[in-house]
């Protein structure tokens, strides 16, 4: 059924259309629409969630909001409170953020995969991927950004001075300079790399997993999807939780002053 909705392309011509995002634009000014707007509505769906459970909190009989946020504030600041050995305001916020929002851009995924896609065809879109998680410029986006936290606490905690120090003379101190730089150049670059490739490659395989079930027969589809549903729920999650407990290593890192 599948493959007859997209004609002649076959299942090559499916996979590509659902792989392939809703773009304009040439080379670095390239703007993926679908990723922007899932982004965006998932990270405002967020805040105005927790806002309301904040609003309503009460001393009293909590209410079903109000406790699933309170247990995702307490485990995020069990974590926090684990790994990160430093003193800020602004990590356990952080965190709380990055799991929630890569969660909830990971939770697309369980969306039936021909749904979002056919809305978006009668709105006249020929193209849309519904799960930013799957878009290398999202993950970037997220992990070039805790690359920059980590530069700005590491500078800030040790001062330029001692962060130069830090880059320049360890680990083998004065006399392999130019060899210290290249493996501390190395390892802070590998940081926001190995961050945005991991998140990216689990959900596109779990993407395209649920693609390829797409693709089969229409009575042998639920023997698969809803297994592999059940199994890629923990996927989300713990691609997620890796992602911010990560983070919360690497700027602990950053707090560290030697």
Sequence with gaps: MATEAHGSGGATGYIVHHLTPLSSGEGFWTFHWDTLFFSAALGAFFLILFRKAAVEATTGVPGPLQNFAEMLVEFVDGQVKDAFHGHSKVIAPLSLTIFVWIWLMNFMDLIPVDLLPLIGSAMGLEYMRVVPSTDLNATFGMSISVFFLILFY?????????????????????????????????????????????????????????????????????????????????????????????????????????
Excluded: C
């Excluded at 027969?217 to 407990?245: D, K, R």
């Design 154 to 258: 590491s500078v800030k905690v040790k001062g330029p001075i001692g962060f130069a120090k830090e880059l320049a003379l360890t680990p083998f101190g004065p006399w392999m300079i130019p060899f210290n730089l290249l493996l501390k150049v190395v390892e802070e670059i590998a940081r926001p790399v190995s961050l945005a490739l991991r998140l990216f490659g689990n959900m596109y395989a779990g993407e395209l997993i649920f693609i390829l079930i797409a693709l089969l027969p229409w009575f042998i589809q639920p023997l698969l999807s809803f297994p592999w549903a059940v199994f890629h729920i923990l996927i989300i999650t713990l691609q997620a939780f890796i992602f911010m407990v990560l983070t919360i290593v690497y700027l602990s890192l950053a707090h560290e002053d030697h």
